[in-house]
């Protein structure tokens, strides 16, 4: 018997990828050898079968891996149930949890990096409002020192991105 695959961030993130690639969703349909209806509901539900949104994940050239948690000896709880029980609102790992779906206990550092890869204004500036934007510039720095072809790919991007970011908050501070 088949099980349900239930993690509507990641099935979101294939989502993201394709519409990304101008994939519309006959074509991506097609290219995992599913039916445009059964997309259509996986993506309103936001679960399907494991096989589906694995052929999902090929079909946007999204790459999944399933990597090993910390031994629950050393572990610390999931962040979401640390906030929960604090009484504090959702910090930016709980409100972008695409960014690092494989690992939620990543500590804040791989969280501003993935933002900073795959740059999206509001995430960006979400993170600055965080973690302020000169973390954000100083991680940038670091991914920028020794540029790999993704960090060459996002380079433009996510220099304008700060840059009017910067630009906004020293106006907002006058």
Known sequence: MATQ????????????????KNLSQKVLASRAELSEEALSRIKKRGSARLSAVLKLARAAGVRVAIIPEASHSTASPPISERHAAAGQPKRFRDRHPELVWSNRGADDAVYIQRALLDPRFTTLLDAAREFGIGRLEREWEMLTASPNSEVRRAQPVTSRILRNIRCGFEQASR
């Open 5 to 20: 695959f239930d993690d509507g961030a990641l099935i979101a993130e294939i989502f993201r990828a394709a519409a990304r």
